[in-house]
C-alpha cells in the first residue's frame, strides 16, 4: 500500500452534501445509464420467464403483438419508396432481447403494429433481460445461449459486437444487405461510416447501427457564468478545462469534474485526447464491397476497413499514465469527488443538482436531464477539450439475427424496417432523446429544439468533424477487460497503487487475453 493512501470521499457523504437523499440515488443508480425509465410503464400480456442456465431469470416479462389475417399489400422500405412484402410472416414468430425492465420493453411497442401489418400472420415479442451493464445483459444472454433459449434477435452495443460475432452467436448480414441494396441505400446515405465498420468483425458486418453516444462533455451553463465563462468553443484545450473546473470547485460541495468507472465515457477520454488508447488498434481487411456500394464518394469513408482490431495492450502507454496522472491531480485537488459514487445514473442525478460542472456523456442524457428538472438553457455540450489531439471515442448499437434463429429472414426483415426514418421516429428511445439517431437527417432543430442541449449539433459532429473518432476498445474478450479496466483503475483512484503502479498491473493482466 502506498504513502499517499487516502480514504475516498464517502458516497453517502457527497450525496448528502449534494443534496440527493440515498434512497434517491439508489433509485436513479437503478434505472441504468441507457436504459431510464422514466416513461410510463406500457401495460403489456405477461408471458413466463426466460431462466438462463445458472439459474438467473434474464426476462420477467414480455411485449408480444401477433398479426391479423389482413394482407399487406407493400412494405415501406427506407427512403419511403414502396415495395411488395418480401416473405410471409404466417406461423413465424422471433423473439427480440432488449436491455432493461417491462418499460424498456414497452416502448418499443409501437414498432410491432406496423411491421406485423407488412408481414400478416408474423408474431413479434420483445423479451426485457434485466441488467445494470451490458456486461450483466451479455453474460445473461451467453447463459441463455448454453440452455439452448437464446432470442432470434438481440440488441448489441459495440461492448458485444465482436464478442458475439466471435463465439459464432451473431449471423453475419452481407447477403442480406446484397440482396436488398436498393431498400438500404438511403440508410446507408444518411448514416456516418464509422459508426457502420464499429460493427463489423474480421470483414462480415453483423449489425446495421440504429442508436449511438459520442463521449461529449456536458456543463452546467449557470456554474460557467458565475465564474466567469461563456459557452465553450470547439477549440478550447485542456489546459483551459482545467482553469474553469479549478475556479468552478467548492471544498467538499461544487465540484468542477466528474466521471464514472467504465470503458466509455471515463478517463478513457483522455487517453483518446491524449492520442493513445486502451488497446493497439488496427483494421481488419475486408469490406471493399460495402464502401464501394455505399459510400463510393464518401471522403469520411477512405481507409475504411473490414471491422477494427485491438490486437495487443497497451495499458501502461506513457500517455495513458500522463492521463490518469491529471485523473489523479483532479481528484488530490478537490475539483473531482471519489468516483465510487455509483453508476452514470447517479451522476446525472448529481449533476442536474448543480453539484458537477462538467462530465462526459452523450445524446442519452438529454431526456433524463429533462425529467429532473433542468431547464433549456440550463446546460449545453461540447466536444472534449484539445491535448495533443482532439479525437472522440464513441458507442454504438443495432440488433444481431442469432445464429441459432430458426426464422432468420423474418429477423432480418425486422432489422431492415428498424432502418427507415418511420421506425427510428416511432422508437420512443429515440422520440424522447434517449439515444443519438444514426441518421444524419434525424438530428435536427424539430428534434432538440425545444429540451435538447443549445449546441445539439456537437452530437454528429464528433464524427463529421472528427472522423479520427473511433468506437471505444471492444475486443472478443471484452467482459474481461472491462473488469480488469475498473478494478485498477479504482486502486489508482483509492491511493492504493500510483497510476503507474495500477497501469503497470493492468498490463500484466491484459496481456494474456490477447496471446495467440
Given at each position: 500500500?502506498?504513502?499517499?493512501?487516502?480514504?475516498?470521499?464517502?458516497?453517502?457523504?457527497?450525496?448528502?452534501?449534494?443534496?440527493?437523499?440515498?434512497?434517491?440515488?439508489?433509485?436513479?443508480?437503478?434505472?441504468?445509464?441507457?436504459?431510464?425509465?422514466?416513461?410510463?410503464?406500457?401495460?403489456?400480456?405477461?408471458v413466463a420467464a426466460t431462466t438462463a442456465a445458472a439459474g438467473t431469470t434474464a426476462a420477467t416479462s414480455a411485449t408480444t403483438a401477433a398479426a391479423g389475417t389482413t394482407p399487406a399489400s407493400a412494405t415501406t422500405v427506407a427512403g419511403g419508396t414502396t415495395a411488395p412484402a418480401v416473405i410471409s410472416g404466417q406461423g413465424k414468430s422471433i423473439k427480440v432481447a432488449v436491455l432493461g425492465d417491462q418499460t424498456a420493453a414497452g416502448r418499443r411497442q409501437p414498432l410491432i403494429a406496423p411491421f406485423i401489418a407488412k408481414y400478416p400472420g408474423a408474431t413479434v415479442e420483445i423479451m426485457p433481460v434485466a441488467g445494470a451493464t451490458w456486461d450483466e445483459y451479455f453474460n445473461k444472454l451467453?447463459?441463455?445461449?448454453?440452455?439452448?433459449?437464446?432470442?432470434?434477435?438481440?440488441?448489441?452495443?459495440?461492448?458485444?459486437?465482436?464478442?458475439?460475432?466471435?463465439?459464432?452467436?451473431?449471423?453475419?448480414?452481407?447477403?442480406?444487405?446484397?440482396?436488398?441494396?436498393?431498400?438500404?441505400?438511403?440508410?446507408?446515405?444518411?448514416?456516418?461510416?464509422?459508426?457502420?465498420?464499429?460493427?463489423?468483425?474480421?470483414?462480415?458486418?453483423?449489425?446495421?447501427?440504429?442508436?449511438?453516444?459520442?463521449?461529449?462533455?456536458?456543463?452546467?451553463?449557470?456554474?460557467?457564468?458565475?465564474?466567469?465563462?461563456?459557452?465553450?468553443?470547439?477549440?478550447?484545450?485542456?489546459?483551459?478545462?482545467?482553469?474553469?473546473?479549478?475556479?468552478?470547485?467548492?471544498?467538499?460541495?461544487?465540484?468542477?469534474?466528474?466521471?464514472?468507472?467504465?470503458?466509455?465515457?471515463?478517463?478513457?477520454?483522455?487517453?483518446?485526447?491524449?492520442?493513445?488508447?486502451?488497446?493497439?488498434?488496427?483494421?481488419?481487411?475486408?469490406?471493399?464491397?460495402?464502401?464501394?456500394?455505399?459510400?463510393?464518394?464518401?471522403?469520411?469513408?477512405?481507409?475504411?476497413?473490414?471491422?477494427?482490431?485491438?490486437?495487443?495492450?497497451?495499458?501502461?502507454?506513457?500517455?495513458?499514465?500522463?492521463?490518469?496522472?491529471?485523473?489523479?491531480?483532479?481528484?488530490?485537488?478537490?475539483?473531482?469527488?471519489?468516483?465510487?459514487?455509483?453508476?452514470?445514473?447517479?451522476?446525472?442525478?448529481?449533476?442536474?443538482?448543480?453539484?458537477?460542472?462538467?462530465?462526459?456523456?452523450?445524446?442519452?442524457?438529454?431526456?433524463?436531464?429533462?425529467?429532473?428538472?433542468?431547464?433549456?438553457?440550463?446546460?449545453?455540450?461540447?466536444?472534449?477539450?484539445?491535448?495533443?489531439?482532439?479525437?472522440?471515442?464513441?458507442?454504438?448499437?443495432?440488433?444481431?439475427?442469432?445464429?441459432?434463429?430458426?426464422?432468420?429472414?423474418?429477423?432480418?426483415?425486422?432489422?431492415?424496417?428498424?432502418?427507415?426514418?418511420?421506425?427510428?421516429?416511432?422508437?420512443?428511445?429515440?422520440?424522447?432523446?434517449?439515444?443519438?439517431?444514426?441518421?444524419?437527417?434525424?438530428?435536427?432543430?424539430?428534434?432538440?429544439?425545444?429540451?435538447?442541449?443549445?449546441?445539439?449539433?456537437?452530437?454528429?459532429?464528433?464524427?463529421?468533424?472528427?472522423?479520427?473518432?473511433?468506437?471505444?476498445?471492444?475486443?472478443?474478450?471484452?467482459?474481461?477487460?472491462?473488469?480488469?479496466?475498473?478494478?485498477?483503475?479504482?486502486?489508482?483512484?483509492?491511493?492504493?497503487?500510483?497510476?503507474?503502479?495500477?497501469?503497470?498491473?493492468?498490463?500484466?493482466?491484459?496481456?494474456?487475453?490477447?496471446?495467440?
Open positions: 500500500m502506498s504513502d499517499h493512501k487516502r480514504k475516498p470521499y464517502s458516497r453517502r457523504k457527497f450525496l448528502r452534501v449534494a443534496g440527493i437523499g440515498v434512497v434517491g440515488a439508489a433509485t436513479l443508480a437503478a434505472c441504468g445509464d441507457a436504459t431510464s425509465t422514466t416513461a410510463p410503464a406500457v401495460t403489456t400480456a405477461p451467453l447463459a441463455m445461449k448454453a440452455a439452448g433459449n437464446i432470442p432470434d434477435v438481440i440488441y448489441v452495443a459495440t461492448e458485444g459486437t465482436q464478442l458475439f460475432a466471435s463465439k459464432g452467436l451473431a449471423e453475419p448480414l452481407d447477403e442480406y444487405v446484397k440482396k436488398d441494396k436498393a431498400a438500404l441505400t438511403s440508410y446507408f446515405s444518411d448514416v456516418h461510416p464509422a459508426l457502420v465498420e464499429a460493427m463489423m468483425y474480421e470483414g462480415n458486418l453483423y449489425q446495421l447501427p440504429f442508436d449511438w453516444n459520442g463521449a461529449n462533455l456536458y456543463y452546467n451553463t449557470a456554474m460557467f457564468a458565475e465564474a466567469g465563462y461563456s459557452e465553450v468553443g470547439a477549440d478550447w484545450t485542456k489546459d483551459k478545462f482545467y482553469e474553469v473546473a479549478k475556479k468552478v470547485s467548492k471544498k467538499d460541495a461544487v465540484y468542477g469534474y466528474q466521471w464514472v468507472n467504465r470503458v466509455w465515457g471515463s478517463w478513457s477520454s483522455w487517453m483518446f485526447t491524449n492520442n493513445s488508447n486502451l488497446l493497439v488498434e488496427e483494421k481488419a481487411p475486408g469490406g471493399e464491397w460495402l464502401w464501394s456500394t455505399f459510400y463510393p464518394n464518401d471522403v469520411a469513408a477512405k481507409n475504411r476497413g473490414g471491422g477494427w482490431r485491438w490486437t495487443a495492450a497497451k495499458a501502461n502507454d506513457a500517455a495513458n499514465v500522463e492521463a490518469l496522472d491529471f485523473m489523479n491531480q483532479l481528484y488530490k485537488e478537490g475539483i473531482s469527488p471519489s468516483i465510487e459514487l455509483g453508476s452514470g445514473a447517479t451522476l446525472q442525478g448529481i449533476f442536474s443538482a448543480g453539484k458537477i460542472a462538467m462530465t462526459q456523456a452523450g445524446g442519452f442524457w438529454v431526456a433524463t436531464l429533462k425529467a429532473q428538472g433542468m431547464a433549456k438553457g440550463s446546460y449545453d455540450v461540447a466536444l472534449m477539450p484539445k491535448w495533443k489531439t482532439q479525437r472522440h471515442h464513441f458507442g454504438t448499437a443495432g440488433y444481431v439475427i442469432s445464429k441459432d434463429s430458426k426464422n432468420k429472414e423474418l429477423a432480418w426483415e425486422w432489422l431492415k424496417y428498424l432502418t427507415t426514418t418511420d421506425a427510428m421516429n416511432n422508437e420512443l428511445t429515440l422520440k424522447e432523446l434517449r439515444a443519438t439517431p444514426v441518421r444524419r437527417s434525424l438530428m435536427n432543430e424539430a428534434r432538440y429544439g425545444t429540451d435538447g442541449p443549445k449546441n445539439w449539433k456537437i452530437f454528429y459532429d464528433t464524427l463529421d468533424k472528427y472522423p479520427d473518432t473511433s468506437p471505444i476498445p471492444a475486443p472478443p474478450s471484452y467482459l474481461q477487460m472491462s473488469n480488469t479496466f475498473t478494478k485498477y483503475t479504482g486502486l489508482a483512484m483509492a491511493g492504493e497503487q500510483t497510476p503507474k503502479a495500477a497501469l503497470d498491473a493492468m498490463q500484466k493482466e491484459l496481456e494474456p487475453l490477447f496471446k495467440k
